[in-house]
T-cell receptor, first 113, second 111 residues
Framework: AQSVTQLGSHVSVSEGALVLLRCNYS??????LFWYVQYPNQGLQLLLK??????LVKGINGFEAEFKKSETSFHLTKPSAHMSDAAEYFC???????????FGTGTRLQVFP | EPEVTQTPSHQVTQMGQEVILRCVPI?????FYWYRQILGQKVEFLVS????????KSEIFDDQFSVERPDGSNFTLKIRSTKLEDSAMYFC?????????FGPGTRLTVT
């Protein structure tokens, strides 16, 4: 069975600092990996996804993530945080055999001026 | 930009009552999903729907739940007899194939 672990339910950074949100997955087949962002009172918006090919994936709003099979990780990074990045971030996994997304518990990102 | 919409945004119901949560997926999408998030917990898959039938469902999706696409635009989730533990945020999503687009959710409160 697939699963996702997000280390750190809350992460706080200063504006301009590096953002690092951690995600580790478990999957018996090659995974498809996703990062979603949720702003208050809104739905989940896809930031980026990895299915096959290049392991460094670039997404919207300057975010990127790297698929590391040896570490079963898909950490999300952004070089310089902006106040508007404050939101809840969810990592999710699926695979070629299923559409259903298995989500992590989420990480709330706070950005301080 | 097209988006998934859900109504109502908040539904309060009494235990044992039936509720119908409504979703309007993006118009050219073919795959439809329901997820839920109990307060403080992770988002959980409930069901996927394609070509007018359920393609996959989780163990949460028992006989109390049903889904329907009654016309060309709506996708509904019905809970036949609500329990206190059904209180959650329910998200609808749709896709062509691949990226799932999520609605803003319906917060269901069962009292």
């Amino acid at each position: 069975a697939q699963s996702v672990t997000q280390l750190g339910s809350h992460v706080s950074v200063s504006e301009g600092a590096l953002v690092l949100l951690r995600c580790n997955y478990s999957s018996s087949v090659p995974p498809y990996l996703f990062w979603y962002v949720q702003y208050p009172n809104q739905g989940l918006q896809l930031l980026l996804k990895y299915t096959t090919g290049a392991t460094l994936v670039k997404g919207i709003n300057g975010f990127e993530a790297e698929f590391k099979k040896s570490e079963t990780s898909f950490h999300l990074t952004k070089p310089s945080a902006h106040m508007s990045d404050a939101a809840e971030y969810f990592c999710a996994v699926s695979d070629k055999n299923t559409d259903k997304l298995i989500f992590g518990t989420g990480t709330r990102l706070q950005v301080f001026p | 930009e097209p988006e998934v919409t859900q109504t109502p945004s908040h539904q309060v119901t009494q235990m044992g009552q039936e509720v119908i949560l409504r979703c309007v997926p993006i118009s050219n999408h073919l795959y439809f999903y329901w997820y839920r998030q109990i307060l403080g917990q992770k988002v959980e898959f409930l069901v996927s729907f394609y070509n007018n039938e359920i393609s996959e469902k989780s163990e949460i999706f028992d006989d109390q739940f049903s889904v329907e696409r009654p016309d060309g635009s709506n996708f509904t989730l019905k809970i036949r007899s609500t329990k206190l533990e059904d209180s959650a945020m329910y998200f609808c999503a749709s896709s062509v194939k691949g990226e799932q687009y999520f609605g803003p959710g319906t917060r269901l409160t069962v009292t």
